[in-house]
């Protein structure tokens, strides 16, 4: 058998019978059976060719965008100065006055009422019913706890902390997003967002207001009835202000008058006393560092409660997320998909990522790669179908040279691309070998027999 054994080897490796591999062939023209293959090398010029091909590829769910969060909290500032020990009839009271405040216009804040009014003329005015109503009637908006007022038939519009200048441009800009006739003024009827305590011995204890007008000292005691201490000569009018405590005696008041011309500013308490009702004076900053106490208890529990509400929302989107990424390993969420074929490590499929291209460099760097011992690195092929199927263009990188391996971070992939790599000539005679050789065996020990 030995004479037969070289010769019938080299004839059906000759022939093909015993070892067919697919390789890439170009096609000139289609046929109903095959179609026309066009094999292109891939270079810089031709990667960006091909790459004009429109794609988008897949978005993410809404949920792996949305991050919630916790809004920062204030501090509650300085705790307001021990009042001072009695004295008796003192000769001299200290003077502290407080920090000039700089003039600055009035905004709109919670509580405050704002009317809004319009032509009554009976076109698209008429379907702004509430602000007619408003006119008419002298019914204003309330800002809500939210910092917005609610307007019929165009919703919600922020206004917490602005102007009069620009609550017109924001009211502006609401009707005009709700086709109606911006035509409107905006008044402030009500002042109740910013008020000054005053007390102590004063005619009637009162909360006097900041309107649009400057609110000073000499117009809250006034407000206040004036004041009614038994000896003027030992009457204090002491401030309140951000954890701090001013005094003024009520004879140096009285005598300049850029001490009466003193600004206020929301949030002020005022207290008059004289050395005789000093007690009276602990107890009205006792009521207030009470009160400061108590809003400070409410802020954290509304801090507690967003924090509550802040962790049940990142518990549903965590759920929505796991269910999303559940359904996509299951094959329930639409992907696309790349393959690869030939001497490849792992002949499968690559998914294209999520909101962003993918290029060959990824599709074989990402997988187990080629196979270096048997791939033919001058005939890795991506193949792309045309949209009719009668043409098939094979972009061939020829990565012989590690060099031209650059270009296939150029080429972006679009779906159902296959990408093949052909094996090399010796890996194809192996082949022939190692199916011909154990039936060559076979055979001449069933002839020895």
């Known amino acids: ?10 004839l059906l490796a000759g022939c093909g019978s015993a070892y067919i591999s697919p390789e890439v062939r170009e ?19 031709t990667a960006n060719s091909a790459n004009k091909s429109r794609y988008k590829p897949r978005a993410l769910p809404s949920v792996y965008r949305h991050v919630s969060s916790v809004p920062a909290t204030k501090t509650a500032g300085a705790l307001p100065d021990p009042a001072l020990d009695s004295e008796d009839r003192p000769q001299v009271v200290e003077m502290r006055v407080p920090p000039k405040l700089a003039a600055a216009p009035y905004t709109i804040g919670v509580a405050d009422v704002l009317l809004l009014a319009t032509p009554t003329a009976g076109d698209s005015v008429a379907e702004l019913s509430g602000l007619l109503a408003a006119q008419n009637k002298r019914q204003g908006y309330t800002v809500q706890d939210d910092g917005a007022i609610a307007i019929p038939d165009v919703g919600r519009v922020q206004v917490a902390g602005l102007t009069l200048e620009e609550v017109d441009a924001a009211v502006f800009q609401a009707l005009v997003a709700a ?14 967002s910013q008020r000054v305590s005053v007390g102590g011995a004063v005619g009637s204890p009162v909360l006097a207001p900041i309107t649009l007008k ?5 117009e809250a005691l006034q407000l206040a009835g004036g004041v009614t ?3 003027l000569d030992y009457a204090t009018v002491r401030l309140y202000r951000d954890g701090k405590l001013f005094q003024i005696p009520l004879t140096q008041l009285y005598a300049k008058n850029e001490l009466q011309r003193i600004r206020l500013k929301d949030g002020d308490s005022i207290f008059v006393d004289t050395e005789y009702e000093l007690d009276q004076a602990k107890a009205y900053f006792a009521e207030q560092i009470t009160l400061l106490t108590l809003r400070q208890s409410a802020r954290t529990q509304a801090i507690n409660e967003l924090n509550t509400e802040f962790s049940i929302r990142k518990t549903q989107a965590d759920e929505a997320r796991a269910n999303f990424t559940a359904r996509e390993s299951l094959g329930a969420v639409k992907r696309d998909y790349v393959y690869l074929g030939g001497e490849v490590k792992n002949q499968s499929r690559f998914a294209l ?16 790669g080629i196979s270096n011992r048997e791939a033919n690195p001058s005939q ?6 045309s949209k009719d199927g009668s043409k098939i263009m094979a972009y061939q990188l020829d990565a012989r040279n590690a060099a031209n ?42 002839a020895a027999q």
């Open 1 to 10: 058998m030995k004479p037969i054994f070289i010769p019938l080897l080299l």
């Open 27 to 45: 096609v000139k023209e289609a046929t109903t059976t095959t179609s026309q293959v066009e094999i292109i090398p891939l270079t810089v010029a």
């Open 179 to 192: 086709s109606i006739n911006p035509t409107f003024s905006v008044e402030i009827s009500e002042f109740n």
């Open 214 to 218: 400057a609110l000073y000292l000499e």
């Open 229 to 231: 201490a038994p000896d």
């Open 353 to 368: 990522p999520f909101e962003q291209q993918a290029t060959l460099a990824d599709a074989l760097f990402s997988t187990d």
């Open 380 to 385: 890795i092929y991506v193949l792309r179908g």
């Open 405 to 446: 391996l650059i270009v296939a971070t150029r080429l972006e992939l679009r779906p159902n691309d296959v990408i093949f790599v052909s094996e090399q000539p010796v890996t194809k005679w192996n082949r022939v070998v190692a199916q011909i050789v154990p039936s060559l065996i076979t055979s001449t020990i069933a």
